[in-house]
């Protein structure tokens, strides 16, 4: 029942107008490509009394350009939230019928349990190792309805190769496997599973431009996947909401697309300050896995809550779960290189202050 479910809980969106560095929604702190800007300048507003192609012919057309793959291996959706919701119901939910549990790790995207709820189907989480790796020989050999991973994971930040997304689709044949690339982009030479597909029916890759396309306003995602996986979600999206993207994010989203060379710009930059903010988090005694992503999965060397709260009042806002194990962790999506340079003054003055209140408790107690 709907009142039983714990809907996902996004993070915190300032209120208009007020000024915050905003580090915990893993936005891209870059605009989108100036292509966007054209393409918006050439819209034709007149069309907007129209119902907008429900195939999202033209996104996909480049989507497709994009990834190397067919049109027929592409299916659009508003926002990957939705294609996933959408994913879920039509691979996993009837074979859940049966008793059989959708896998996914612990930790991973805190959506997916909330739609195993929704739908109705268990879940069977799998821990990660406890350096945050996602081995996959885990996913070998248990019975399951399908199985979901992000790649690389969220909050963890790290990523598996392609071979084991491969290792796991092989191992289980009968179930499709999503692979959720939100993150791919932000490794140097990254590898996509998309390059899976044609081998492995039962790989569906789910794309998003909200991360690495800096289009998160527009609300795009995609899944990559076998003709056949494709067909079936068509038909799903056709029985719930045959007009999904609307004709504005279908021309921003299909420039973005467009323009790689943009796309490989600033992802760069992204990684490059990751790199110099790591180096920095750790001289300051942060432990953190090898981030893939355009965030890190940092643990501070003082008490993790305090220090999202004060960043809080000083009007940084980075991500705290307050649940076992990821309550001693700040999820923190890199920024420009000023915005990590201001954060890292503000950590560096709460780091001290904590250290000084910590003597001064020695002291007292000498
Ligand atoms: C792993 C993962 N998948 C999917 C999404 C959803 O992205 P979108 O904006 O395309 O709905 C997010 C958003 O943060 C994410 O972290």
Redesign the pocket.
Known sequence: MINDIEPYVAGEQPKQGQKVIKLN??ENPYPPTPKVKEALEQFDLSTLRLYPDTNSTDVIKAAAAFDGVSEENIFCGN??????AIAFQTFFEKKALTGLPVLMPDY??S?YPVFSEFYDIRRQTIALKEDFRLDPDDYIGVPNCGIVF?NP???TSRAIAVADCARIAAANPDSVVIV?E??VAFEENYESAVTLINEYKNVCV?R????AFSL?GI???YAVGSPELIEGLKRARDSFNSYPVDRLAQKVAEAALLDKAYYDETRSKIIATRAAFAKELEELGFTMPPSSANFVFAKPPVDCGTLYQNLRNKGILVRYFNKPVLKDYLRITIGTDEEMAQLLDAIKEEVKNAENSADCKTDKRD
Do not use: M, Q, W
């Open positions: 929604t893993n926002g990957s939230d939705e294609v996933l991973s995207y959506f992000a994971n969220a909050p959720d939100a993150y789910i998003t431009l909200s991360k998160a609300r795009l995602g």
